[in-house]
């Protein structure tokens, strides 16, 4: 991930306010940490954990840093295979032919989708995502926050979601327009961290996903549902996969070296098993939209 440079700091003040909870609206939460100087709390109400104060332009920042900068340049056969193989799942929900990509990044998915016959679309704010779908030959990009896109209702038989839910300031009111822009019988995928991942309770505040000036809202399984069903949601299959080590500062960013941790010997082996479990530190949500 591109993070900001001193120039770019520059261009926005860095300021910060108060938010209520973004997914019941409480005022009221216990501070779990800070990292950085950014309070990560909980929320007693639902229990969500996202970052208060949090930056007041923080979707601002998100047009030039953040995760719309992110992804590979070239993709390795491998890195293809993988996009073929979950494309495939979209398949069974093909009526409309249209498939919708939420912070598509650098495009290869939708660039992907297109090559399959799909009419792909694209919901981006960041400018270097935006140059990289039109090099792909992505015509229908639709430049606004991801909380901001409208629709006429069932416009889509499946939209995709990828590493970005956890980067807005309302992921309610985003997904209160997924749940309108899908068809009935359409699909959802959707991809984030877990906050309850084996992964950050063994690393901590150090864990590598959190980085409060971007990652301002950390789900689990039990807050992505709740989520997902406060919008209209039934149908939902939540899973999880990975563990990791690693840990890493942001500001300035660097990886923060452990010379041994006792379960790196069994790293590869928990790697493949923690799948069959709710600690994966990458959760993947399918939801369909009852017919």
Known sequence: MRHLSSLEKNQLPLEIIQTPCPLCGSSD????????????????????????????????????????????ERLSNAQIWRICKELSKFDGYRELNRLLEIGPGKGWFLSMAKLM?????AVEINADAIESLKKKGIKNIITCS??????DSGSFDAIRIWDVIEHLESPKRMMENVFKALRPGGLLRLSTTNFNSLSR?????????????????????????????????????????????????????????VRFHPLTPLRKIID???KFSSFGHQMIIDAVKDA
């Open 117 to 121: 016959g799909w009419d792909a679309w």
């Open 146 to 151: 991801a909380e901001d896109y409208q629709t």
């Open 29 to 72: 939460y216990k501070i779990l940490f800070e990292k950085e100087g950014f309070r990560h709390v909980r929320c007693l109400g639902c229990e969500l954990v996202y970052v208060n104060p949090r930056l007041k332009f923080h979707t601002d920042f998100q047009t030039f840093s953040g995760t719309g900068s992110m992804g590979e």
């Open 201 to 257: 309770v063994i690393n901590g505040p150090d864990w590598v996903y959190l980085n409060g000036a971007d990652h301002i809202i950390l789900f689990d399984s039990v807050t992505i549902r709740k989520l997902l069903l406060s919008v209209g949601f039934r149908r939902l299959c939540v899973r999880t996969r990975s563990f990791n080590l690693r840990r890493k500062l942001y500001h300035p960013e660097r990886d923060i070296n």
């Open 272 to 274: 493949e098993t923690i």
